[in-house]
C-alpha cells in the first residue's frame, strides 16, 4: 500500500511538472527589468562594484583581498572552471571572480565545508583533460582551507593535471600575524599558549610542496609578480602550478551594511 502510494505521488508530481514546462514554453514569462525593485538591486550592485573598485586600486603592499582578486580576474580565460575554497577567500572571491558558462564553478557551498577544493579541482581537470584538453580549471584557496587536503598536491602531479592552485596567503583563518608580531610573541612565552589559535605560521612557503612534487611554484608578493605568474602557468598547459600569493594578515572585507555577514563564531 504504502510503495503504490509512493508511487502515485511521484508520477503525479510528475506530470504536473511536465505540464508547468510546456506552459512556460508556450507562453514565457520574465520578470520586468524596469520595476521598482530591479532598480534598487542595481544601484546596489553598482555600489558595491564602486566600493570592491576602490579597494582593488589600492596601491599598498602587502595587498589585500580585493587587489588579488581583480589582478587575477584580468587575466582567467573566459571558459575556466573555478575553483574556491575559504573563508574570506571564498566569499569575497564569489563576488569579483566570475563565471560566464553553468556549471563552471565549484565551491564548498553555504556550509563552508573545508577540505573539499583539491578533490573538486581534481575530478573538474580529470574531465577536462578528456573531454576539453585546452580548458583550465583554477583553484582558489585560502592558507587555511589548502592545509586541509594540501597533499591533493601529489594526486595532481601524479596524473599530470595543469590545475592552477592559488593560494591566497594571509597567515591565519579570517585573518593573521605578521612575521614581527610574530617573533614577539614568541617572547612573550611558548606560542601554543600566548598565540592565537586562528594564527598559521607566517609566511609559510606552500609553492614548495608544489615544487617538491614536480610542478611550479610561486611565491609572490606584489601584484606585477601575481600577473606575471598566473600567466606563465596559463600559457604552460602540461604542468600543474601553485602561486603563493601573500596579502595583508589584516586585510578584511569590504564594509557590510550587516554585522552578521562578518561576525566570527570562533
Request: hydrophobic content about 40%; overall charge negative; proline content about 6%.
Amino acid at each position: 500500500m504504502g510503495k503504490a502510494w509512493l508511487t502515485t505521488k511521484c508520477l503525479c508530481t510528475t506530470i504536473k511538472w511536465k505540464t508547468l514546462l510546456e506552459s512556460f514554453r508556450k507562453d514565457p514569462w520574465k520578470y520586468p527589468f524596469d520595476t521598482e525593485w530591479w532598480e534598487i538591486l542595481k544601484d546596489k550592485i553598482r555600489s558595491n562594484e564602486r566600493a570592491s573598485q576602490e579597494l582593488a586600486l589600492q596601491a599598498s603592499v602587502p595587498m589585500n583581498y580585493y587587489t588579488v582578486f581583480y589582478r587575477v580576474r584580468e587575466l582567467l580565460p573566459h571558459n575556466c572552471i573555478i575553483v574556491s575554497e575559504g573563508a574570506n577567500t571564498m566569499d569575497i572571491g564569489r563576488t569579483i571572480l566570475n563565471n560566464y558558462l553553468p556549471r563552471h564553478r565549484l565551491d564548498a557551498g553555504t556550509f563552508g565545508t573545508m577540505g573539499v577544493g583539491l578533490g573538486f579541482a581534481i575530478a573538474a581537470a580529470a574531465v577536462a583533460k578528456e573531454q576539453i584538453p585546452q580548458q583550465r580549471v583554477i583553484c582558489v584557496e585560502g592558507d587555511s582551507a589548502f592545509g586541509f587536503s594540501g597533499m591533493e598536491v601529489e594526486t595532481i602531479c601524479r596524473y599530470s593535471l595543469p590545475i592552477i592552485i592559488i593560494v591566497v596567503n594571509n597567515n591565519g583563518i579570517y585573518s593573521g600575524l605578521d612575521e614581527d608580531t610574530w617573533k614577539e610573541l614568541g617572547k612573550m612565552g611558548e606560542l601554543p599558549n600566548v598565540a592565537p589559535p586562528v594564527s598559521l605560521l607566517p609566511n609559510a612557503h606552500y609553492e614548495q610542496v608544489m615544487s617538491a612534487f614536480g610542478g611550479s611554484g610561486y611565491f609572490v608578493r606584489t601584484p606585477e609578480e601575481l600577473q606575471a605568474a598566473l600567466q606563465e602557468s596559463l600559457t604552460d598547459c602540461e604542468k600543474p602550478a601553485l602561486i603563493n600569493v601573500m596579502i595583508d594578515p589584516y586585510s578584511d572585507r569590504k564594509h557590510q551594511d550587516f554585522p552578521w555577514l562578518t561576525r566570527s563564531n570562533l
